[in-house]
T-cell receptor, first 115, second 114 residues
Framework: GAVVSQHPSRVICKSGTSVKIECRSLDFQATTMFWYRQFPKQSLMLMATSNEGSKATYEQGVEKDKFLINHASLTLSTLTVTSAHPEDSSFYIC???????????FGSGTRLTVV | AQSVTQPDIHITVSEGASLELRCNYSYGATPYLFWYVQSPGQGLQLLLKYFSGDTLVQGIKGFEAEFKRSQSSFNLRKPSVHWSDAAEYFCAVGRSNTGNQFYFGTGTSLTVIP
């Protein structure tokens, strides 16, 4: 079946630094990928829609200058958390649709801890 | 406005007992409905989905769900719960299966006791 690979699974960084998270579709092409954020004990909130070859679309309240999204190819989208703060610590998950009859395929998530 | 409600934040069941997780939605169009499961520290796995046709859908791991349009519900059921079913369960609704209008409920945490 369709697989979305997300890397790294866990990352710890210092305040003020930047962290890049990668999301890859392994066996299908994805012109669109989605980035979600999940706080502890809460649901997933869509942050942005990543579009191959064009600018990402951000949800209301999400700082586009802080969460940089690049969709470099049909199989890779990256989310860069810039100038990270402890309040950015969260679980970030990407998803894509394989183009068939199933729902979205999700990556395994990235646990970001900013210290 | 579109929304998904999972009334039960946490449910505890005994192993071997039956399970029903509730999901109600509010959506302006014909919805696409999904149930996902998330194990601790993991991503989401699709359990089942409903797009059209038979309102009782079968999924993986012995789960099923029934779409009831009159009640705007899509409850998840399993006749006999296993200890490995302990996880977080999310109901989701979308306008289609490819668009970005995809909304998650707040999740139901399932604990299974021996």
């Amino acid at each position: 079946g369709a697989v979305v690979s997300q890397h790294p699974s866990r990352v710890i960084c210092k305040s003020g630094t930047s962290v890049k998270i990668e999301c890859r579709s392994l066996d299908f092409q994805a012109t669109t990928m989605f980035w979600y954020r999940q706080f502890p004990k809460q649901s997933l909130m869509l942050m942005a829609t990543s579009n191959e070859g064009s600018k990402a679309t951000y949800e209301q309240g999400v700082e586009k200058d802080k969460f940089l999204i690049n969709h470099a190819s049909l199989t890779l989208s990256t989310l860069t958390v810039t100038s990270a703060h402890p309040e950015d610590s969260s679980f970030y998950i990407c998803s894509a649709h394989p183009g068939q009859g199933d729902g979205y395929t999700f990556g395994s998530g990235t646990r970001l801890t900013v210290v | 406005a579109q929304s998904v409600t999972q009334p039960d934040i946490h449910i505890t069941v005994s192993e071997g007992a039956s399970l029903e997780l509730r999901c109600n939605y509010s959506y302006g169009a014909t919805p696409y409905l999904f149930w996902y499961v998330q194990s601790p520290g993991q991503g989401l796995q699709l359990l089942l989905k409903y797009f059209s046709g038979d309102t009782l859908v079968q999924g993986i791991k012995g789960f099923e769900a029934e779409f009831k349009r009159s009640q705007s519900s899509f409850n998840l059921r399993k006749p006999s719960v296993h200890w490995s079913d302990a996880a977080e369960y999310f109901c989701a609704v979308g306008r289609s299966n490819t668009g970005n209008q995809f909304y998650f409920g707040t999740g139901t945490s399932l604990t299974v006791i021996p």
